[in-house]
């Protein structure tokens, strides 16, 4: 009841703070930068850099791996990683997320790369967490709203603020599917939250007839949703498809009116690592303020952003035109005169799409320097060669030759892992 209050508390309090932000967006944004600041005299990690010369935009820029390297000295908690790991590998297996270290939750996060990162979160945050995604996700309402949610993980974030009014509903991907028919059935939930591939596994139930629910709101959650599955499954449910973009560093952005994501600017800091010459696309350097036990300051994601300028449903906050993928995926070629070019995969991805529209799915991995293999779901055989013929026409427009594209005979993919229309298995 008290955890329930809170999340009361600081939703009353977030409403408040949306109209002082339209009246003094800086001054709110800035004692809140003061007050996080203040806090990371806790971190081992940030004290260092906390002298009488301080500037935030002195602080390193972090990513991954440096935070885990880290992992001791940068939380506030006292909790070493051997302890957090340990913890949360037994979670994984048994898959009972209730175990906590003095009331910190902790999540363990793949990622989509595979390379795991560990996440601490206290009560307060919790509260907080789940305040915004009430705010801006949910929506709230005097009427009773049943959410089913599907994760590779449940967490003390979310089934800690079941009340009559809400009622979360975990799903764990890890099992398998058809047991989960019947609970959907039973459930009927007016609001759906899933990946992608989890979601467009439910469209194919709903269209052999087998499950009959009808959500009023469906929300894309941890893969990248593709314009091609967004159409797809506002076909089905005859709904608009709504996103949340998350991370085991933070709750990033969420969906307009308009249908854009928009970052959290009124707890996150955003600031712009631009990788192409006309400035479209970025990596989000990110500062959560609102992890105060594991400090999340000036973390760079590895997310491709693409830019979108002035959305037309009033937000001020900066919208995200596309989520494109990681950097990781981005396909390197070298051109006739040598020079390496980079093809990004929202590229990729429109050359097979817009290619032949009786494609069902798709994958194009770059193997090697010069060998690509493409994965095609189509009834007829002639769609792979349409879907190569372009690729290969693209890339000659580029001055890119010798390119070899064999076809894949299956999907790399399991349910419970993210899913990867564009992967890069080449490293140099």
Same mark, same amino acid.
């Given at each position: $009841?008290?955890?329930?209050?809170?999340i009361?508390l600081?939703l $009353?309090?977030?409403?408040?703070?949306?109209?002082?932000i339209?009246?003094?967006p800086?001054?709110?944004l800035d004692?809140?930068k003061h007050?996080?600041?203040?806090?990371? *005299?806790?971190s081992k990690?940030?004290?260092?850099?906390?002298? &009488?010369d301080f500037?935030?935009?002195?602080?390193?820029?972090i990513n991954?791996?440096?935070? $885990?390297?880290?992992?001791?000295?940068i939380?506030?908690?006292?909790?070493k990683?051997?302890?957090a *790991?340990s913890?949360a590998?037994?979670?994984e297996?048994?898959?009972d997320f209730? +175990? $906590?270290?003095?009331?910190?939750?902790?999540? %363990?996060?793949?990622?989509?790369?595979?390379? =795991?990162?560990?996440f %601490?979160?206290?009560?307060?945050?919790?509260?907080k967490?789940v @305040?915004?995604?009430?705010?801006?996700?949910?929506n709230?309402?005097?009427?009773?709203?049943?959410?089913?949610?599907?994760?590779?993980?449940?967490?003390?974030?979310y089934?800690?603020?079941?009340?009559?009014l809400?009622q979360?509903?975990f799903?764990?991907?890890?099992?398998?599917?058809?047991?989960?028919?019947?609970?959907?059935?039973?459930l009927k +939930?007016?609001?759906?939250?899933? =990946?992608p591939?989890?979601?467009?596994?439910?469209?194919?139930?709903?269209n052999?007839g087998?499950?009959?629910?009808?959500?009023?709101?469906?929300? #894309?959650i941890?893969?990248?949703l593709?314009?091609?599955?967004?159409?797809?499954?506002?076909? /089905?449910? #005859?709904v608009?498809i709504? =996103?949340?973009y998350?991370? @085991?560093?933070?709750f990033?952005?969420?969906?307009? *009116?308009?249908?854009?994501l928009?970052f959290?600017?009124?707890?996150l800091i955003?600031e712009k690592?631009?990788?192409?010459?006309e400035?479209?696309?970025?990596h +989000?350097?990110?500062?959560?303020?609102i992890?105060?036990?594991?400090?999340?300051?000036?973390y760079e994601?590895?997310d491709?952003?693409?830019?979108k300028d002035?959305?037309?449903?009033?937000n001020?906050f900066q919208a995200i035109?596309?989520?494109?993928?990681?950097?990781?995926?981005?396909? &390197?070629?070298?051109?006739k005169?040598?020079?390496?070019t980079?093809?990004?995969?929202d590229i990729?991805?429109?050359?097979i799409?817009m290619?032949?529209?009786?494609i069902?799915?798709?994958?194009?991995?770059?193997?090697k320097?010069?060998? /690509?293999?493409?994965?095609?779901?189509s009834?007829?055989?002639? #769609?792979?060669?349409i879907?190569?013929k372009?690729?290969l026409?693209?890339?000659r427009n580029?001055g890119?030759?010798?390119?070899?594209?064999? &076809?894949?005979?299956k999907?790399?993919f399991?349910?419970?892992?993210?899913k990867?229309?564009?992967?890069?298995?080449?490293?140099k």
């Amino acid at each position: $009841m008290y955890f329930k209050l809170k999340i009361l508390l600081y939703l $009353m309090k977030i409403k408040i703070e949306k109209k002082l932000i339209l009246l003094i967006p800086n001054v709110i944004l800035d004692f809140k930068k003061h007050l996080y600041i203040h806090s990371l *005299k806790r971190s081992k990690f940030y004290k260092l850099y906390l002298n &009488k010369d301080f500037n935030f935009f002195s602080l390193p820029v972090i990513n991954k791996s440096i935070f $885990m390297r880290n992992f001791d000295t940068i939380n506030t908690c006292d909790i070493k990683l051997k302890q957090a *790991k340990s913890i949360a590998y037994e979670s994984e297996k048994s898959r009972d997320f209730s +175990p $906590m270290i003095n009331n910190i939750s902790i999540g %363990l996060s793949t990622g989509t790369s595979g390379n =795991q990162s560990l996440f %601490l979160i206290g009560e307060n945050e919790r509260a907080k967490w789940v @305040a915004y995604i009430l705010d801006r996700v949910i929506n709230l309402s005097y009427k009773s709203q049943k959410i089913a949610f599907f994760l590779r993980a449940n967490n003390q974030l979310y089934e800690s603020s079941n009340s009559k009014l809400l009622q979360f509903n975990f799903f764990d991907i890890y099992k398998d599917f058809n047991i989960h028919i019947k609970r959907l059935n039973k459930l009927k +939930p007016d609001i759906l939250i899933a =990946q992608p591939s989890v979601l467009r596994l439910i469209c194919e139930k709903i269209n052999d007839g087998v499950l009959t629910i009808s959500p009023k709101k469906i929300i #894309s959650i941890a893969e990248v949703l593709t314009e091609e599955d967004k159409k797809y499954f506002k076909s /089905v449910f #005859s709904v608009k498809i709504e =996103q949340v973009y998350q991370s @085991a560093e933070g709750f990033l952005a969420f969906t307009c *009116k308009e249908g854009f994501l928009h970052f959290n600017e009124d707890f996150l800091i955003v600031e712009k690592k631009y990788i192409n010459k006309e400035k479209t696309k970025f990596h +989000p350097i990110i500062t959560d303020l609102i992890r105060k036990h594991q400090p999340i300051v000036r973390y760079e994601l590895d997310d491709i952003i693409t830019l979108k300028d002035n959305c037309r449903c009033g937000n001020n906050f900066q919208a995200i035109k596309k989520i494109e993928g990681r950097s990781d995926d981005i396909f &390197k070629f070298k051109n006739k005169e040598h020079k390496e070019t980079i093809i990004f995969p929202d590229i990729l991805r429109r050359k097979i799409v817009m290619s032949d529209n009786r494609i069902n799915d798709y994958q194009i991995t770059q193997k090697k320097e010069n060998h /690509v293999s493409l994965y095609i779901n189509s009834k007829h055989k002639e #769609s792979f060669f349409i879907a190569k013929k372009s690729i290969l026409e693209y890339l000659r427009n580029l001055g890119i030759q010798n390119i070899k594209i064999t &076809k894949s005979p299956k999907l790399n993919f399991k349910l419970g892992d993210k899913k990867r229309r564009v992967i890069n298995e080449y490293k140099k």
